[in-house]
């Protein structure tokens, strides 16, 4: 059994930076794969990024390509997600997740309960 909790969310302004992190508590995490996703109010939750156990792979999706930027501590039992050049848009719940499968959002296996990041324009 993973638990996860989420901390960093918060009220920034566009074109500001948050830093979010989920300290995962149980056996094993650098078994596990990691994901963030986000959900906007009033829509479905999406793939933010994802990281790999030894972090070999990192992928992102296309509306936060080159601005966020995942990566994990092993040894702290930790992901983060460094978020740059925020936009309005970026206004989500997020939420990390764990798998030891692949990264999917229906394919995750444990769940944070999220934080909140508003983007004020």
């Known amino acids: 059994q993973v638990q996860l909790v989420e901390s960093g969310g918060g009220l920034v302004q566009a074109g500001g930076s948050l830093r979010l992190s989920c300290a995962a508590s149980?056996?094993?995490?650098?078994?596990?794969?990691m994901g963030w996703f986000r959900q906007a109010p009033g829509k479905e939750r999406e793939f933010v990024a994802q990281i790999g156990w030894s972090e070999s792979r990192k992928t992102y999706a296309d509306s936060v390509k080159g601005r966020f930027t995942i990566s994990r501590d092993n040894a702290k039992s930790t992901v983060y997600l460094q978020m740059n050049n925020l936009k309005p848009e970026d206004t989500a719940v997020y939420y990390c997740?764990?798998?030891?499968?692949?990264?999917?959002?229906?394919?995750?296996?444990?769940w944070g309960e999220g934080t909140l990041v508003t983007v004020s324009s």
């Open positions: 149980g056996p094993s995490f650098d078994t596990y794969a």
């Open positions: 997740a764990a798998t030891r499968g692949i990264v999917e959002l229906n394919r995750m296996d444990y």
